[in-house]
């Protein structure tokens, strides 16, 4: 499998933006796509998951009720909705895929290239 992760761009605080990650390769109902992202002198933080199969997903206590993780199992696609973004957002967003529901970066054995959000204030 082999990740894509686009939509990252400059956007004002409060405004929107949708990252998609595109799959290659066949993705199973009892694997868990997440979403990570990385501040400049950061650490790679968890942002949020789903399982293929959508049973269950998770998010990042920073996030709730902004963010959206969804996928499209006809396009082989995930996605993450990001609402009433902060300047503290900002970040090079990751997408990755692990064989068990985690939300442990360790635990995910295929990442995507990463695509920068910038929000301004």
């Known amino acids: 499998v082999q990740l894509q992760a686009s939509g990252g761009g400059l956007v004002q605080a409060g405004g929107s933006l949708r990252l998609s990650c595109s799959a290659s390769g066949r993705i199973y109902s009892s694997h868990v796509m997440g979403w990570f992202r990385q501040a400049p002198g950061k650490e790679r933080e968890f942002v949020a998951a789903?399982?293929?199969?959508?049973?269950?997903?998770i998010y990042t206590d920073s996030v709730k009720g902004r963010f959206t993780i969804s996928r499209d199992s006809a396009k082989n696609t995930v996605y993450l909705q990001m609402n009433s973004l902060k300047p503290e957002d900002t970040a090079v967003y990751y997408c990755?895929?692990?064989?068990?529901?985690?939300?442990?970066?360790?635990?995910?054995?295929?990442w995507g290239q990463g695509t920068l959000v910038t929000v301004s204030s």
């Open positions: 990755a895929k692990a064989n068990s529901w985690s939300s442990d970066k360790r635990e995910y054995n295929v």
């Open positions: 789903t399982r293929w199969s959508r049973v269950s997903t």
